[in-house]
């Protein structure tokens, strides 16, 4: 299973960018997946989750009502749509995906296939 995370880039205050992530190797409606970003010396931190299905969701209090999470199974690709960025929301971001279809964990550990990282850079 190969994770491919696209879509990052420079973008100014109160921009938006949608993310994408494509998996290979297996269908991606056999994963939970999920968002985290890092940025440098901090631990990666959880952004958003979805289930299988894309029924269920969970997004982080930081970027709730701006960062939604969304998939395409028939596509193989789940986004992060990103809207109102602030700096703060400069980091590395990264795809995961749990063998558990159900999955909307929050913790890194609970994810078995990482995506590569994509550059997010909010400017002011």
């Known amino acids: 299973v190969q994770l491919q995370a696209s879509g990052g880039g420079l973008v100014q205050v109160g921009g938006s960018l949608r993310l994408s992530c494509t998996i290979s190797?297996?269908?991606?409606?056999?994963?939970?997946m999920a968002w985290f970003r890092q940025t440098s010396g901090k631990e990666r931190e959880f952004v958003a989750a979805?289930?299988?299905?894309?029924?269920?969701?969970s997004t982080a209090d930081s970027v709730k009502g701006r960062f939604s999470i969304s998939r395409d199974n028939a596509k193989n690709t789940v986004y992060l749509q990103m809207n109102g960025l602030k700096p703060e929301d400069t980091a590395a971001y990264y795809c995961?995906?749990?063998?558990?279809?159900?999955?909307?964990?929050?913790?890194?550990?609970?994810?078995?296939?990482w995506g590569q990282g994509t550059q997010v850079t909010v400017s002011s």
């Open positions: 979805t289930v299988w299905s894309g029924t269920m969701t």
């Open positions: 190797g297996r269908p991606l409606s056999s994963y939970g």
């Open positions: 995961a995906a749990s063998s558990y279809p159900y999955s909307r964990s929050s913790t890194p550990s609970d994810y078995h296939y």
